[in-house]
């Protein structure tokens, strides 16, 4: 499953456990190339929350944390950042990315 963020929520579901967040946007190409991506990994994987922030709608939780480009993919472990990748990238490393932080 897939949670939306917002204003209200980001806090909330990025502080417990691993999250992975996708910063995205509709009109971007490469966005658009990493969203069935991540939808993949969301359903193989129901141990990690798997998140995704429009960045046009919220563009100040963007800019909270840094994000310059997009698709930004940012991996929170108990409500701390410990990765971040910008670009498309392949499930394989989505998932290595993961399991490294569940560990």
Do not use: R, Y
């Amino acid at each position: 499953m897939v949670v939306e963020l917002n204003n209200e929520n980001f806090s909330k579901v990025t502080s417990t456990g691993v999250v992975l967040v996708d910063f995205w946007a509709a009109w971007c190409g490469p966005c658009k190339m990493l969203s069935p991506i991540v939808d993949e990994v969301a359903e193989e994987d129901s141990s990690v929350v798997i998140a995704k922030l429009n960045v046009d709608e919220f563009p100040e939780l963007a800019g909270k944390h840094g994000v310059m480009s997009i698709p930004t993919l940012m991996f929170f472990k108990d409500g701390v950042l410990q990765d971040t990748s910008i670009g498309v990238v392949s499930k394989n490393v989505i998932k290595t990315k993961l399991e490294q932080l569940k560990s």
